[in-house]
């Protein structure tokens, strides 16, 4: 982050600014250790809970993530899955084949192609 960033962050201790109702972009990056990128990626994608704060009809109102809030989906999301769970997830997603296996997937990038020549052989005498 560059300085003028850094001092958006509010001089407080971080249990203080962890029970914020809002904060900031660049706060929520300084708590969760993401980049400042990504937090306004997820921003503008609307991947987090956001109040907007500015006059009807302002192009750019000052907005704010609803951290409280952010931590009580973390909170769900993590006692849901468990470990063995969240191994058996990232196995999956490592291999290909055991996911398509697992799941009766099948490959069909070329389909239509297929398809075609399947119809084109049955045409012609």
């Given at each position: 982050m560059t300085t003028t960033q850094v001092n958006r962050i509010r001089d407080w201790n971080l249990d203080?600014?962890?029970?914020?109702?809002?904060?900031?972009?660049e706060e929520f990056a300084y708590l969760t250790g993401r980049t400042l990128k990504q937090v306004r990626n997820m921003m503008d994608r609307n991947q987090v809970d956001m109040n907007k704060e500015g006059f009807?009809?302002?192009?750019?109102?000052?907005?704010?993530?609803?951290?409280?809030?952010?931590?009580?989906?973390?909170?769900g999301c993590r006692a849901i899955v468990t470990k063995e769970e969240r191994?058996?997830?990232n196995h999956l997603m490592k291999?290909?084949?055991?996911?398509?296996?697992?799941t009766n997937k099948n490959n069909n990038e070329f389909w239509?192609?297929?398809?075609?020549?399947?119809?084109?052989?049955?045409?012609?005498?």
């Amino acid at each position: 982050m560059t300085t003028t960033q850094v001092n958006r962050i509010r001089d407080w201790n971080l249990d203080d600014i962890r029970k914020e109702e809002f904060v900031s972009p660049e706060e929520f990056a300084y708590l969760t250790g993401r980049t400042l990128k990504q937090v306004r990626n997820m921003m503008d994608r609307n991947q987090v809970d956001m109040n907007k704060e500015g006059f009807p009809g302002s192009k750019r109102p000052k907005r704010f993530i609803l951290l409280q809030l952010y931590w009580q989906k973390m909170k769900g999301c993590r006692a849901i899955v468990t470990k063995e769970e969240r191994e058996w997830m990232n196995h999956l997603m490592k291999t290909d084949a055991s996911f398509r296996r697992i799941t009766n997937k099948n490959n069909n990038e070329f389909w239509r192609n297929k398809s075609r020549q399947r119809l084109n052989q049955s045409l012609q005498p």
